[in-house]
């Protein structure tokens, strides 16, 4: 006689057994997951809270945005124990017909939702769905993405985001306010973001530090910008750097000889895609006052680096606790989840062999993280 397979095992090792197959790549291992959902019915509640996670609306194989995005709304109606595991939501396309079938969706946790630029004639219709969508209580992380964005259109969904406290600009390019921005119903409080990330969106810089933008910028601790011009990054340092704590730089760009880094004198952190001169002279002019307790770097660490390691061990950082060495969990191939024991050690070995007197020191520390791809969040 059969036996039904829910029965052999409390559900909650079912569950364990969803959250291993995920594992540290979560990402990498949707296949895996849907796999698992088609051998026994005990999977498939947890493993749809990792493949609905997050869900994007874009073309795809020719099939128009519109046409998806209505049948996301279908099944959503069908299936609406399905909503709650939603939590990254991505338009791509600010059309009618996509925005209006997303709006639908009693969307309960999306947590981060990119939006696709919208044409600066885009109608009232349009308009009204977007201010459905960040208006969702749940919202916490904004994403404009690719594209020519109008400024009123921008300095509208501000003014109607109170509750976001992460703003991300992807290539993002708004023409400038051409009278001072008043919303049509003035906010009682305006948004108060802790996190910008810019990444060649320049022009965008110019909006933000409208006297009539409606945002509140006196609270940004984190700031990540790539493909940036320097003079506007001063600007916005010269604006919000008094708040700033945490800087995430693309370490090769030449241009950051050119920031003033004077104008953030409480920075704890500092993150680094990579290690270069460009980089390594910035730490040379941090003040002999500052406060940095914490410098993250890769793993791709070579002999040339040495002006690196000088520029921490002969300047003067009276606040420095740790230099932060991450390894990518996909360099030291993975087993459950953690790094394989010689591939580890022999990494660690190898890092501190390079950095031999941030080792002494005892401030050298070598973590392994996982490889999620390229992101727009850190």
Known sequence: MSTDSSTLFPQEIWD??????????ER???????????????????????????????TVNGTEPGVLAERLLNTMTCSPHLIPHVHDLHVYMGDVRSLSAVAQIPWSHVYHLTLGS????????????????????????????????????????????????????VQCFSSPL????????????????????????NPTIDLLLEPTCPLDLSGVTHIKFV???????????????DTLTHLYIHGHDPKLDDLDVELVPHLTHIDASTISEPFTRLLGRLPA?????????????????SDFESAIVERRMPALRRVIV????????????????PAWQESVRRIEMLLPRLYESGVLRVVSVPFRGPSVFW
């Open 118 to 169: 919208m044409a600066a004639a885009a109608g009232s219709i349009v308009l009204a769905k977007v201010a459905t969508l960040i208006g969702l209580p749940s919202l916490r992380g904004l994403v404009f993405r690719i594209g020519r964005w109008d400024a009123t259109h921008l300095c509208n969904i501000f003014a109607s985001c109170t509750d976001v406290k992460r703003l991300t600009f």
């Open 289 to 305: 006052t500052n406060r940095v307790e914490e410098i993250t770097i890769p793993s791709g660490i070579t002999r040339g680096n």
């Open 326 to 341: 991450q390894v990518s969990g996909i360099m030291l191939g993975m087993q459950d989840g953690i790094p394989r024991e």
């Open 178 to 201: 051409a009278v001072p921005f008043t919303p049509p119903a003035m906010p009682t409080t305006l948004a108060r973001p802790t996190s910008l990330f810019l990444s060649a969106s």
């Open 16 to 25: 364990e057994i969803v959250d291993q197959i995920a594992g540290f790549e």
């Open 28 to 58: 990498m291992h949707m296949a895996d997951l849907r796999s698992a959902s088609l051998a026994s019915r005990c999977f498939v509640p947890r493993a749809q809270s990792y493949i609905f996670r997050s869900l994007s609306i874009e």
């Open 227 to 241: 493909q940036f011009d320097s003079r506007r990054i001063n600007a916005l340092f010269s604006r919000i750097g």
